[in-house]
């Protein structure tokens, strides 16, 4: 069974750096074609996608964010770490990890999302 | 980046009813369109994958078509259940891009 839980701070100041934990079990990122991202919600808005990395430990960014943004894996801990640094209130959002396994059987799509965590930044 | 359009992004409609929502894709992403459903205060919930693929658990009302820059997503017979936000996403190119959500409520 696949299971992806998020952890944080559901609070941050404004210009602090926000580190947020992925830890996931059912699978491993060790396996070729597993991977995990990162996707926020703002309150009331769109879905967006911010970073991915991979089993090979290949790492990708939002195009917009990619100067704030760090993402690294623990696959002893299975689990996998998202920094954003200099918090703002526009980063106020639900943040999401969620799976896309390429020998899934649902191709590059993400099947399989942690319940989120709501981090509010607020001085 | 590709940029992903959904249309409408609210709609109203009748348990019973059959809806379509539109995602229009800013250059062609093939058949590497997935559709999601999010009920208010849950992650969201992978619906359709690559244009057309049901997965496991998800009702035969709901069925997707496309490819291209142009999909459409197709409920059949709406439950009350169904009425949720819905959106579409790319997964052609990294960064991977979502649609603004498409809000389907009770009329």
């Known amino acids: 069974q696949v299971t992806l839980r998020e952890s944080g701070p559901a609070l941050v100041k404004p210009t602090q750096t926000l580190t947020l934990t992925c830890t996931f079990s059912?699978?491993?990122?060790?396996?070729?074609?597993?991977?995990v991202s990162w996707i926020r919600q703002p309150p009331g808005k769109a879905l967006e996608w911010l970073a991915r990395?991979?089993?090979?430990?290949?790492?990708y960014y939002s195009t917009s964010l990619q100067t704030r943004l760090t993402i690294s894996k623990d696959t002893s801990k299975s689990q996998v770490v998202l920094t954003l640094t200099n918090m703002d209130a526009a980063d106020t959002a639900t943040y999401y990890c969620?799976?896309?396994?390429?020998?899934?059987?649902?191709?590059?799509?993400?099947?399989?999302w942690g319940q989120g965590t709501l981090v509010t930044v607020s001085s | 980046d590709i940029q992903m359009t959904q249309s409408p992004s609210s709609l109203s409609a009748s348990v019973g009813d059959r809806v379509t929502i539109s995602c229009r894709a800013s250059?062609?992403?093939?058949?590497?369109l997935n559709w999601y459903q999010q009920k208010p205060g849950k992650a969201p919930k992978l619906l359709i994958y690559?244009?057309?693929g049901l997965p496991g658990g998800v009702p035969s009302r709901f069925s997707g078509s496309g490819s291209g820059t142009d999909f459409t997503l197709t409920i059949s017979g709406l439950q009350p259940e169904d009425f949720a936000t819905y959106y579409c996403?790319?997964?052609?190119?990294?960064?991977?891009?979502f649609g603004q959500g498409t809000k389907l409520e009770i009329k």
């Open positions: 969620a799976r896309t396994g390429l020998s899934s059987g649902y191709g590059v799509a993400f099947d399989y």
């Open positions: 059912g699978f491993s990122l060790s396996t070729s074609g597993m991977c």
């Open positions: 990395i991979d089993w090979d430990d290949g790492k």
């Open positions: 250059q062609s992403i093939r058949s590497y």
């Open positions: 690559a244009a057309s």
């Open positions: 996403q790319q997964s052609f190119s990294t960064p991977r891009t």
